[in-house]
T-cell receptor, first 115, second 113 residues
Framework: DTEVTQTPKHLVMGMTNKKSLKCEQH?????MYWYKQKAKKPPELMFV???????INESVPSRFSPECPNSSLLNLHLHALQPEDSALYLC??????????????FGEGSRLTVL | AQSVSQHNHHVILSEAASLELGCNYS??????LFWYVQYPGQHLQLLLK??????LVKGIKGFEAEFIKSKFSFNLRKPSVQWSDTAEYFC???????????FGQGTTLQVKP
């Protein structure tokens, strides 16, 4: 079982909806990540938080809005998404984000469908 | 720019065959290297990792990988595959400068019983 918990596991939303994906870890990790994975493709980095501060934004459209309320929680707020945003959204955490430990622990993902 | 290249996109093997999956990266700085596996319907799991030291690293389930710095390669090997090894395999590299874990395109391994 993964130690990174993501909810919901599945989400269907319309293009005008506002929804959020949630991620939680209790490993004391200080770096948290959002990745997007389309079918048969590798995960693509979206955001990195380090010590609760956004450190990397990979030019993600503003309809995706990340939030890190504390060191254990990571949210991804979704608004006005497009059908092409349908994908598996993966959360991950690591001890820090400078590769000194480097191992990312991934959650099972939230499968998002935008109608 | 940092990039990771996996040579084999789809590999089909019979049980007990040997496996080698190629991975090359382009970043020339200090990197940490990983192989992740994604079984059908499951989350990404770490197979093995290289940070420093012995370039031959052993991971879970009998997998190993060799880091060859001069070739910028980190190939994954297993002497004898099993049907349960059927999965998607991703090579990944993280640069200590950028802190970004970048994945290769993935290799789909299908093992026939």
């Amino acid at each position: 079982d993964t130690e990174v918990t993501q909810t919901p596991k599945h989400l269907v939303m319309g293009m005008t909806n506002k929804k959020s994906l949630k991620c939680e870890q209790h490993m004391g990790h200080r770096a948290m990540y959002w990745y997007k994975q389309k079918a048969k493709k590798p995960p693509e980095l979206m955001f990195v938080y380090s010590y609760e501060k956004l450190s990397i934004n990979e030019s993600v459209p503003s309809r995706f809005s990340p939030e890190c309320p504390n060191s254990s929680l990571l949210n991804l707020h979704l608004h006005a998404l497009q059908p092409e945003d349908s994908a598996l959204y993966l959360c991950a955490s690591s001890q820090d984000n400078r590769g000194r430990t480097g191992e990312l622990f991934f959650g099972e993902g939230s499968r998002l469908t935008v109608l | 720019a940092q990039s990771v290249s996996q040579h084999n996109h789809h590999v089909i093997l019979s049980e007990a065959a040997s496996l080698e999956l190629g991975c090359n990266y382009s970043y020339g700085g200090t990197v940490n290297l990983f192989w992740y596996v994604q079984y059908p319907g499951q989350h990404l799991q770490l197979l093995l990792k290289y940070f420093s030291g012995d370039p031959l690293v052993k991971g879970i389930k009998g997998f190993e990988a060799e880091f060859i710095k001069s070739k910028f390669s980190f190939n994954l090997r297993k002497p004898s595959v099993q049907w349960s090894d059927t999965a998607e395999y991703f090579c990944a590299v993280i640069s200590s400068n950028t802190g970004k874990l970048i994945f290769g395109q993935g290799t789909t391994l299908q093992v026939k019983p």
